[in-house]
């Protein structure tokens, strides 16, 4: 049974940094590419970024590119959102997503606020 279990989230100011982690169990981690969405009140849902299954292909949208930075560790079954510079824009839930056998799996999601 597939899995993906996201973690921390938070309120953090403006120019702030918070890392995302997301745990997965269920598949072989390292054969899929791992992706980050988010969904902000009101919108539908974006992604953020991708990383291939050994990270060698990195890709993000262009509002994050240069503030955030995806990752994995393979041994641990687990990929990363480092998210540095926030804005409030980047208020939104985020959710962890793969793909496996033409079905998409998705995290609960955790919740991001940038405010002062």
């Known amino acids: 049974q597939v899995q993906l279990v996201e973690s921390g989230g938070g309120l953090v100011q403006p120019g702030g940094s918070l890392t995302l982690s997301c745990v997965a169990s269920g598949f072989t981690f390292s054969q899929l590419v791992m992706r980050w969405y988010r969904q902000a009140p009101g919108k539908e849902r974006e992604l953020v970024a991708h990383?291939?299954?050994?990270?060698?292909?990195?890709n993000y949208a262009d509002s994050v590119k240069g503030r955030f930075t995806i990752s994995r560790d393979n041994a641990k079954n687990t990929v990363y959102l480092q998210m540095n510079s926030l804005k409030p824009e980047d208020t939104a839930v985020y959710y962890c997503?793969?793909?496996?056998?033409?079905?998409?799996?998705w995290g609960q999601g955790t919740q991001v606020t940038v405010s002062s």
């Open positions: 990383i291939s299954s050994f990270g060698s292909v990195r």
């Open positions: 997503n793969t793909n496996l056998y033409d079905s998409n799996y």
